[in-house]
């Protein structure tokens, strides 16, 4: 490819919308451009990149016996209903009427579309295992759109749903697809991608990881421990000591003016981590309220306590009308038809202090299984920096950053059953198929390659999925011996099946170097006057690793066996 003849413009001011490095350099570099919130077109070099990670997609899917199909975007409103989520996913599904009037949707994920393709042509258990997988457009109308091809509203996926007869053979090809995922991540040039254990949330299923790309300007929250535990915050265990309190009978104090947990506890002078404050939430179908009952030190996870009580919940607006006693609510005395629930952190103390459930008053001594014995009692607390690791049991919690690259979930029968799949079984009765089901976004992938992978100029790209291989670059190209030599190694380079971008443009050396600093290409050969006096071509890195003289004649092989070692860093 000749840059004369390249659709897309590099520029050197930073776009003031753009926040993330990857955003910035992706727009300067001629990569996208934003049709609307959310929504990019790409331009060549991205589509060549999509395109390599693709590949590595396609190859380690096919390894573990992946059969790719394709599903339609646009889908009936009748097969979400089937399985439930027409009603429970919110605005972030498009749904609109096809011109007969019938409900239709855009597909942000396929497992009714996975399951809708399968049934009836999987009816027998000797049909049994399977995987098919799509690399798809979709929409999901992001409320968060940020960050470029980061979190978009509409991207390219692949997402694989694998169909099994028992748990057990399911577990074995998790373990398939999530070594298949690190070797993806790996070969797109990000082996530091961890896997952690994460929530399942609208997607249903017990057992789920996501990878995630450790870095400063990710938006989810990482838990880790030096013992090798790894969890996303939103399912990570929070383990804390309990302070030493002793047993003391429950006595209401009077508390003056005092409805924040800080004030109470200098109050009283109680330490934080042995007082109980009150979360109220509201139940979104119903309004009705749940109390979150947990130690004063710490803070709710609302996923957790999301999955505890199976129903989505909102912040609460206390009315007088409720009975609740906004600043002094506690366990004891609470109104009649409230729901409440009691973080172990607070179980685990002796005597705490607690709302009375009256104006200016508290509790001391508040015992959980002495005064509420039939109290729910969970873990929904969020864990932080410092906190004893549930695997190894040391106070080493560490919180760290980072974005999202590919998540694997153990779905179980959630969407056979139903959708009323079922094969014939060895016993001759009819079973609700095991599905698993495993998801990268492309586009994201890129975009975070580039994320962690740039300097101060450009990106970086790794040989494994770089727009280009080798970026020529010809100063003075007008000069006729400049000209001679960089067409012929452009030419015979193409002929050895070599990727070059070819900047042959009028422009000055500093605007050529700073493009290609831009495109991020590999391997750079200048060709200029001051090489073509000396009998040579300049070869470097794109990284600065590497920078050699190399005679003409000599520069097609020597180019080749560098590209060639870059490439083989990736196998």
């Known amino acids: 490819m000749k840059m004369s003849s390249m659709l897309g413009s590099r520029f050197k001011e930073t776009p003031a919308d753009c926040q993330l490095d990857s955003h910035k350099l992706m ?8 049709m609307t919130t959310g929504i990019y077109s790409l331009y060549m070099p991205t589509k060549r990149i999509t395109k390599k990670i693709e590949n590595i997609i396609r190859e380690e899917m096919d390894k573990i016996d992946g ?7 646009v889908m009936p409103a009748s097969l979400w209903q089937e399985s439930g989520r027409y009603d429970s996913i919110g605005s972030e599904m498009a749904r609109f009427k096809d011109r007969s009037g019938q409900p239709v949707v855009l597909g942000m994920t396929h497992e009714e579309a996975a399951v809708h393709l399968a049934r009836g042509a999987a009816q027998s258990y000797t049909n049994y295992p399977f995987m098919i997988y799509q690399i798809q ?3 999901r109308d992001e409320p968060r759109a940020r960050g470029g091809l980061i979190r978009v509203r509409e991207f390219t996926m692949k997402d694989a749903y694998s169909f099994h007869t028992s748990q057990e053979d399911l577990e074995q090809y998790y373990e398939k697809c999530y070594t298949a995922y690190e070797n993806i991540f790996r070969r797109a040039g990000i082996p530091e991608v961890v896997a952690v254990k994460s929530d399942s949330g609208m997607m249903g299923g017990s057992v789920s990881h996501e990878f995630m790309l450790l870095t400063d300007c990710g938006e989810d929250t990482i838990v880790l421990c030096d013992c090798g535990y790894r969890s996303n915050m939103e399912a990570a265990d929070c383990i804390v000591e309990a302070p030493e309190t002793e047993e003391a009978p429950l006595t209401k104090v009077l508390t003056p003016e005092t409805k924040t947990i800080e004030a109470v506890c200098e109050y009283l002078h109680a330490p934080a981590n042995a007082s109980c404050k009150a979360v109220v939430y509201q139940k979104n179908l119903t309004d009705e309220y749940v109390i979150a009952f947990i130690r004063g030190d710490l803070e709710v996870n609302e996923t957790k306590l999301r999955n505890f009580l199976g129903e989505e919940i909102h912040p609460a607006e206390i009315t007088q009308e409720s009975g609740i006693v906004a600043g002094f609510i506690g366990p004891v005395g609470l109104p009649e038809g409230v729901t409440y629930v009691i973080d172990k952190s607070v179980a685990a103390l002796n005597s705490s202090v607690c709302g009375a459930n009256e104006e200016n008053y508290h509790y001391t001594g508040y015992n959980v299984k002495r005064d509420t014995p039939d109290a729910q009692i969970a873990d929904f607390a969020k864990t932080y920096e410092g906190a004893i690791c549930p695997v190894c049991g040391k106070p080493h919690i560490r919180i760290s950053r980072g974005i999202e690259v590919g998540n694997i979930f153990q779905l179980g029968t959630k969407y056979t059953k139903s959708m009323e799949m079922t094969y014939i079984g060895q016993d ?11 998801g990268i976004g492309v586009g994201r992938l890129a975009a975070s390659v580039c994320e962690v992978k740039h300097d101060d100029y450009g990106p970086i790209w790794p040989m494994s999925i770089a ?9 003075k190209a007008t000069d006729p011996e400049v000209r001679a030599v960089a067409d012929e190694l452009y030419q015979k380079l193409q002929d050895a099946g070599v990727e070059v971008i070819y900047d042959d443009r009028k422009v000055s050396a500093g605007n050529m170097f700073s493009d290609a600093d831009l495109l991020g290409v590999p391997v750079r050969v200048i060709v200029s006057p001051k090489t073509v006096k000396r009998g040579a071509v300049e070869v470097s890195k794109r990284d600065k690793s590497l920078r050699e003289d190399v005679a003409p004649e000599n520069a097609v092989e020597y180019v080749e066996k560098l590209v060639q ?6 196998k």
């Open 67 to 73: 059969q790719e199909v394709m599903f339609p975007v």
């Open 137 to 139: 457009t979709k929409f």
């Open 428 to 438: 001759g009765k009819p079973h609700y198929p095991i599905m698993g089901c495993y």
């Open 467 to 475: 727009p280009w291989q080798v970026h020529i670059c010809a100063i």
């Open 565 to 570: 070692t870059m490439l083989d860093e990736f």
């Open 27 to 34: 727009v300067r570099g001629g990569y996208i451009k934003q």
